[in-house]
């Protein structure tokens, strides 16, 4: 798996942004987001019932990532038909305001080290890269155990300070100085 201070690998894809069929896919890669901070996230499959909790949630947080400079987006392996009807059929996900990646060949998933092996599906990862495109956090949970969004929104805090910052630090506290 590829982890801190490696860089993050090159890739693109096609992704879902509307619920509306004639608007709905937009290419995406990683040359959208050069010179900004990335939050990307992923989720196992479509369809399932962790995932769009952690989708909406995300997606709530969309502006408090937009206002530190970072863009934010989903990743799973269905493709943008599946990530379509899904946006279409459930609640939470009509009115998302972030693109679900389509890693239909897996080769970002596979290139990151998440794609699990036992279920053939990406492996519950966020990653947040700085704007070099090294990456500068990385988390993976258990397939069952959703992600805390605001743990994600403040280790992004702490490292755009670029300074030590201490257990339980959030945005606003002293640093350390040494």
Avoid at 66 to 91: K, M, T, Y
Avoid at 154 to 174: F, H, I, Y
Wanted: aromatic residues 10%; hydrophobic residues 45%; charged residues 25%.
């Amino acid at each position: 798996m590829l982890g801190v201070g490696q860089k993050f690998p090159e890739f693109n894809v096609t992704s879902v942004v509307s619920v509306d069929p004639k608007k709905a896919f937009a290419p995406f890669s990683n040359k959208d987001v050069a010179g900004k901070w990335l939050v990307i996230f992923f989720w196992p499959k479509d369809f399932t019932f962790v995932c769009p909790t952690e989708i909406a949630a995300f997606g709530k947080l969309k502006q408090d990532f937009a206002d530190r400079d970072a863009v934010l987006v989903g990743a799973s392996i269905d493709s943008e038909f599946v990530h379509l009807a899904w946006r279409q059929n459930h609640a939470d996900l009509k009115e998302l305001p972030i693109p679900m990646l389509a890693d239909v060949k897996r080769e970002l998933s596979s290139a990151l080290g998440i794609l699990d092996p036992g279920a053939g599906v990406s492996q519950r990862a966020v990653y947040i890269v700085d704007p070099e495109g090294t990456i500068k956090f990385v988390m993976v949970t258990d397939l069952s155990v959703g992600r805390n969004t605001q743990e994600v929104l403040r280790v992004l805090d702490a490292l755009q300070t670029d300074e030590l910052c201490p257990c339980n630090w959030n945005k606003g506290e002293e640093t350390i100085h040494v």
